[in-house]
């Protein structure tokens, strides 16, 4: 009887829930709560919803933070600016990363990955988002802790920019089909 190249199944394929553990702890790690990441879906949504309440802004940033795509982008993102901290890249890599290089772009690409899971109204509100810079995205835009940020504000804007589209869906749903709670949400 043939081996598998691994005894166990779990040195093979990470748990969902392990992934999910890690990316919120890396994200926390690097100075940003996900009541930041809420405030930002909060900024984006409250003239349009005058009932909305952090917590609801901050359910669906947790919604968006449970996705695969989200996690695999926002663990990258974050290695590359832990290794361009630590001068760990090859130039001219190394500078772009580190500069934040205006023409890089990269770091937005990645972000945009994230904008897709909930159609074009993530694209707009992360173009906004990332053009006004408001709350956390302020501080890691000027590292100001110190720390390099070049993708993870991104990201974080990415985020945000997806919870509220996620918001605006549910809220719509709910509000044509007249059922329960704007927060719930069978397509996740």
Same mark, same amino acid.
């Given at each position: ?32 709560r ?8 909060? &900024? ?13 802004c901050?359910y ?21 600016? &832990? ?6 890249? &090859? ?39 990332? &053009? ?6 302020? =501080? ?25 589209? =996620? ?11 007249? =059922? ?9």
């Open positions: 009887m043939d081996k598998e190249p691994f005894e166990d199944k779990e040195q093979m394929i990470e748990s969902e829930e392990r992934i999910h553990r890690t990316t919120l702890h890396q994200i926390q790690e690097r100075g940003v996900l009541e930041d990441i809420a405030d930002l879906v909060y &900024r984006l949504q409250a003239e349009f919803y005058p009932d909305l309440t952090l917590a609801e901050g669906h940033v947790e919604k968006v933070l449970q996705k695969r795509e989200v996690q695999n982008a926002v663990l990258t993102g974050i290695q590359l600016d &832990r290794l361009a901290e630590q001068k760990r890249l &090859r130039a001219p890599l190394q500078n772009l990363i580190f500069n934040d290089e205006p023409l890089y772009g990269v770091d937005e690409i990645l972000a945009t990955s994230i904008l897709h899971i909930y159609g074009s109204i993530g694209m707009t509100n992360y173009g906004y988002i990332d &053009r006004v810079k408001p709350g956390i995205l302020c =501080r890691l835009n000027n590292r100001e802790d110190g720390e390099i940020h070049t993708f993870l504000d991104d990201l974080v804007g990415a985020i945000a920019a997806a919870a509220a589209a =996620r918001l605006s869906h549910s809220r719509k749903r709910a509000r044509d089909y007249g =059922r329960g709670s704007p927060q719930e949400d069978p397509t996740d």
